[in-house]
Nanobody, 134 residues
């Protein structure tokens, strides 16, 4: 059973930093894509960043060099920790952040590389809240 659990969300002032973590278990798929999405109240869910099984990384335009996605696969079979380091946070970054894992080998048009939406095959965590305000 695939499980994802996010942590690290908090309230910070503008210009602050946070590191989000997502513990993934039961995920033995060699070809895959993992990533972060966010959703603010009253807004559509939007893609933040993604990393495929070859460690190819893509970011949404609004990231503008402030966020870094990474992963750690050293915890054992089917276990991965996905990270999102966020620097210079701004009020518009306030949202609930969700990690996702897609067990399929991604193609060029997939959410892994584009703004196309994820599919029903994606697994999701419950999210972690990030609030940026002064």
């Amino acid at each position: 059973q695939v499980q994802l659990a996010e942590s690290g969300g908090d309230s910070v002032q503008p210009g602050g930093s946070l590191r989000l973590s997502c513990e993934v278990s039961g995920f033995p798929y060699r070809s895959n894509c993992m990533g972060w999405f966010r959703q603010a109240p009253g807004k559509e869910r939007e893609r933040v960043a993604a990393i495929d099984s070859d460690n190819y990384i893509t970011y949404a335009d609004f990231v503008t060099g402030r966020f870094t996605i990474s992963k750690d696969k050293s915890k054992g079979y089917g276990k991965i920790t996905l990270y999102l380091q966020m620097n210079n946070l701004q009020p518009e970054d306030t949202a609930r952040y969700y990690c996702t894992a897609d067990p399929r080998e991604p193609s060029s048009g997939d959410w892994c590389y584009t703004a196309n939406p994820p599919t029903s095959r994606n697994y999701w965590g419950q999210g972690t809240q990030v609030t940026v305000s002064s």
